[in-house]
């Protein structure tokens, strides 16, 4: 009973900490934008709003999903928890930075299977040993990823090589997006059965709710809209800060938009593994880019071409569709291997880190 209340007291100081400092990390960009301040100043304090922003959205997720039970936090974190990511990159689009968002689609993907995952094995082997990842729910849904993104990667083979489809990639790539969103629906059920990853039986690894339903709601709602705005900032800012920096859009995205709109909120997977909960802290981790593969990637596909923004079609570069393919494909090694320890973490850790190097220059 003492650690319970010990780990919801920590939970509530986490809380606070990271309203406290969202509040002051979205005036702060909030004044370098409408003062038009440097712009790489402004880029820098627009990506830390939408971070802390992407965070609260989260913790407002999971707030109204524990008072339903795991299976509706899956489903609500599915339909809400990556906001900031799709506000991102509807701006993005209009201002006409396609390459950006495809990279920072594959960037979302790949930051969470290999940098945040890396750092949860490697936090909680250092501290525990070897991690047990046992789960036949994590398994299946590692493989219904990887069935996920050969799905998003026909278009881009179709394109590489000359099929009579390549010349309509636009209409290709709105059917496979409706195909995609059908299958996330087709699997709705079972994460309503069983929660976010399946793992019903770790549900009181974390108190539940904290907030009264009424900051719940409210938290969302502002938070959502408040991401929306910064968002439009972020991606203002975003344009001269990468001309100051000299970098590329594939690394921008990849890096920087991909880390800003949703790796903070996976922290939570990191602090799960230094808990010794390595089944559910991998567990939580996966859902993330399976969301990205199944909802977030088509449903940008559609708004991009039904609102008439730049047109974000599924035909990404070779070395895009070869990275995200690595990371799927040592996620699932590791996974059906079941069990891990904090060498593979670093070693998943040192190629996120070459990939994002590949990315520098374009």
Not at 1 to 23: C, H, P, R, V
Not at 195 to 212: C, H, L, N, Q, V
Not at 311 to 323: G, I
């Amino acid at each position: 009973m003492a650690t319970n209340t010990a780990e919801k007291k920590w939970f509530i100081q986490s809380d606070y900490i990271i309203l406290i400092a969202g509040a002051v990390a979205v005036i702060a960009a909030g004044i370098a934008y409408y003062a038009a301040l440097n712009s790489l100043l402004a880029f820098i304090t627009s990506a830390v709003a939408v971070a802390l922003l992407a965070s609260l959205v989260g913790r407002s997720v999971e707030q109204l999903g524990d008072r339903f039970g795991p299976g509706a936090t899956g489903v609500l974190q599915s339909a809400l928890g990556n906001l900031p990511e799709l506000f991102i990159a509807i701006f993005a689009l209009k201002a006409g930075l396609v390459e950006v968002v495809k990279a920072a689609l594959v960037g979302s993907i790949l930051s969470n299977l290999l940098l945040v995952l890396g750092l949860a094995f490697l936090a909680g082997g250092l501290k525990h040993g070897a991690q047990k990842l046992g789960s036949d729910r994590a398994r299946t849904v590692i493989t219904l990823m990887l069935l996920s993104v050969m799905g998003l990667a026909i278009p881009s083979l179709a394109h590489w090589i000359h099929t009579p489809a390549a010349p309509h990639e636009e209409t290709f790539s709105l059917i496979v997006s409706v195909v995609l969103l059908l299958l996330f629906l087709l699997y709705l059920p079972a994460s309503l059965k069983h929660g976010k990853m399946g793992i019903a039986s770790e549900k009181d690894s974390t108190p539940g709710p904290r907030w009264p339903l009424w900051l719940a709601v409210g938290l969302l709602a502002f938070a959502s809209v408040l991401a929306a705005f910064v968002s439009d900032w972020f991606v203002t800012a975003l344009e001269p800060a990468m001309q100051a920096l000299n970098i590329s859009d594939a690394f921008a995205g990849l890096v920087i938009v991909a880390i800003a709109g949703n790796a903070i909120e996976n922290v939570v997977g990191i602090q799960l593994a230094l808990k010794g909960q390595s089944e559910y802290a991998f567990s939580v981790i996966i859902n993330s880019p399976l969301q990205i593969a199944l909802v977030l990637a088509p449903l940008l596909v559609i708004i991009s071409q039904v609102f008439g923004l730049s047109s974000l079609t599924l035909v990404f570069s070779p070395m895009l569709m070869a990275s995200i393919f690595l990371a799927i494909i040592l996620a699932a090694f590791i996974s059906f291997d079941g069990e891990s320890n904090w060498l593979e973490g670093a070693a998943l850790i040192a190629i996120y880190i070459i990939i994002a190097t590949a990315f520098w220059w374009g």
